[in-house]
Nanobody, 127 residues
Framework: QLQLVESGGGLVQPGGSLRLSCAASGLTMDYYAIGWFRQAPGKEREGVSCISSSGGRTDYADSVKGRFTISRDNAKNTVYLQMNSLKPEDTAVYYC????????????????????WGQGTQVIVSS
């Protein structure tokens, strides 16, 4: 069983930065593609970014391109989401999720593709 735990959320001013971490336990995440999703109050869940199992392929929602960067360190069993130039509309609970695609370079921003989910970490962007 794969467990995922997000951390790094908090309160930040507009224009500031945060780095979220998604740490896996129970199993190595080497063969899992990892996605970051977010959900703001009253809104549908949105795919933010994803990274293939090897880290060789990434994808981003249009709303975060140029501001967010996803990366992974399989030796540490951790995936990161570096968030720069944060805007109030980035306020949401952020979740990481995993899907076992093995060595495939596939990525997806569709939540229904993912099988394992963390409990989320709150990000608030406000002055």
């Amino acid at each position: 069983q794969l467990q995922l735990v997000e951390s790094g959320g908090g309160l930040v001013q507009p224009g500031g930065s945060l780095r979220l971490s998604c740490a896996a336990s129970g199993l190595t995440m080497d063969y899992y593609a990892i996605g970051w999703f977010r959900q703001a109050p009253g809104k549908e869940r949105e795919g933010v970014s994803c990274i293939s199992s090897s880290g060789g392929r990434t994808d981003y929602a249009d709303s975060v391109k140029g501001r967010f960067t996803i990366s992974r360190d399989n030796a540490k069993n951790t995936v990161y989401l570096q968030m720069n130039s944060l805007k109030p509309e980035d306020t949401a609970v952020y979740y990481c999720a995993a899907v076992l695609w093995g060595a495939s370079p596939s990525t997806s921003l569709l939540g229904n593709e993912y099988d394992y989910w963390g409990q989320g970490t709150q990000v608030i962007v406000s002055s």
